[in-house]
């Protein structure tokens, strides 16, 4: 199938490898009773251990290159897979990076702050400065930018998860990519996370961009759940811009609270139930924050009859693996028989 649209007008560098496998995942679909089961892994895209912002990145990334910019500057929670990545591509294009990172999560100890996606930020070369609030960030952002201005670097700031209509662009390429995987494969609906929601959007404008007829339930993983869609709705207007057609309308999207929990970073037993049957079915690993939540959000549609036992569902699967090891006390206790 062909794109009905003109990517290759944007700025662009190669980061992934593309397209990322699609599985169909027959033991998870019959531990569940059904529905059919297909998981995109977007988990094991290569670069910085891969993960669904490498797309973004890829747009985003080359218009900082094609700005001029020699030094990168990004945010995101201690554990922020979107850092780890933009650090590995960093690390790839010749970038400096500085990472900008809040004590968003109510957790502290070395599990969550030296290991995990910290000590990947710190292994591809990027300067972490970890605060502990919003002020401190935004203080800790102005002497990042006048530090390296005075320095006659060029800087380029990318927004939380990569998530304006530069970095949605990413998922308008999945949703071709994901389409033309599935050939003649019909998908009732995509179940993915939604955080900063460009991913969400990205698929929401791909599709309607394809004609394509697909429910997408996204799970809301940091609160409040009631905001994101008028979070995708200005993303996809965003890329609707860039793009230069009109923005669709959304009725295909729904965002659910149900896994959400007691919010960001803070998994239940519901996630961790999530995490050890895609683990023991498929040899499939979720993260506590993203994808976790996400699969236990399928798993209540399925019990709760949701979704139909006749349905396919296509699982996106965002990455999040090295996130995981920040939660290694909680992770033994969840998966020591």
Request: glycine content about 12%; aromatic content about 4%.
């Amino acid at each position: 199938m062909t794109s009905p649209v003109d990517l290759s007008r944007f700025p662009r560098v190669a980061l992934g490898n593309w397209p990322t496998p699609l599985e169909e995942c027959r033991r998870l679909t019959e531990a569940l009773g059904g529905p059919r089961i297909l998981v995109k892994r977007d988990d094991v895209n290569g670069l910085g251990v891969g993960g669904n912002k490498l797309r973004k990145l890829e747009f985003l990334l080359g218009a900082a290159l094609a700005d001029g910019a020699d030094t990168v500057v990004t945010f995101g929670g201690v554990q922020t897979n979107h850092g780890r990545q933009t650090a590995a591509a960093c690390a790839r294009l010749g970038l400096h990076c500085e990472l900008v990172l809040t004590r968003s999560v109510p957790r502290g100890g070395d599990a969550y702050e030296r290991s995990g996606n910290v000590a990947l930020d710190l292994l591809y070369g990027a300067r972490v400065h970890l605060c502990d609030d919003e002020q401190a960030t935004a203080a800790t952002y102005r002497q990042v930018v006048e530090s390296a201005t005075a320095r006659g670097r060029t800087v380029a700031t990318l927004p939380v998860g990569g998530s304006n209509g530069v970095g949605v662009l990413g998922y308008v390429a999945a949703a071709v990519e994901l389409r033309d995987q599935l050939g003649s494969v019909a998908v009732d609906r995509i179940v993915c996370p939604a955080g900063s929601s460009g991913t969400v959007a990205g698929l929401a404008l791909g599709t309607a961009l394809l004609g394509w007829p697909v429910r997408i339930d996204a799970a809301a993983v940091s609160p409040p759940a009631d905001g994101k869609p008028a979070d995708i709705r200005r993303l996809v207007h965003e890329a609707a811009a860039l793009l230069r057609v009109p923005p669709p309308e959304l009725d295909q999207v729904r965002v659910t609270d149900r896994a959400l929990g007691p919010g960001y970073g803070v998994p239940t037993e519901q996630v961790w139930e999530a995490i050890r049957l895609f683990g023991r079915t498929e040899g499939i690993t979720l993260d506590p924050v993203y994808t976790g939540k996400a699969g236990a959000a399928l798993i209540d549609a399925v019990h709760t009859r949701e979704l139909g036992r006749d349905e396919t569902v296509l699982f996106l699967h965002t990455g999040g693996l090295p996130g995981l090891f920040g939660y290694a006390p909680e992770l033994i206790a969840a998966t020591h028989p």
